[in-house]
């Protein structure tokens, strides 16, 4: 039986949605190993001149316990 453990991390690109969920999954695997799955629960975006500036999001990764 497997037992899983869910954190909360966020992340931001100036790119798009997409490129800060990659960004949070890849800096979140750099030391969690079996990374399951991710929820992206919050998104929001930073505006500067009227333009989007980021790309910001909430993000709940799920990994498997050792």
């Known amino acids: 039986m497997s037992v899983a453990k869910v ?3 966020c992340a ?3 790119k798009s949605i997409e490129d800060a ?3 949070g999954v890849s800096r979140a695997s750099e030391t969690i190993d079996g990374i ?3 929820w992206v629960q919050d998104i929001k975006a930073e505006i500067e001149n009227g333009r989007i500036a980021q ?4 993000l ?3 990994f498997i316990l050792n």
């Open 36 to 38: 399951q799955g991710v």
């Open 12 to 14: 931001a690109s100036p």
């Open 60 to 62: 709940k990764v799920t």
């Open 21 to 23: 969920v990659q960004k």
């Open 7 to 9: 954190i909360e991390i």
């Open 55 to 58: 790309w910001r999001v909430n």
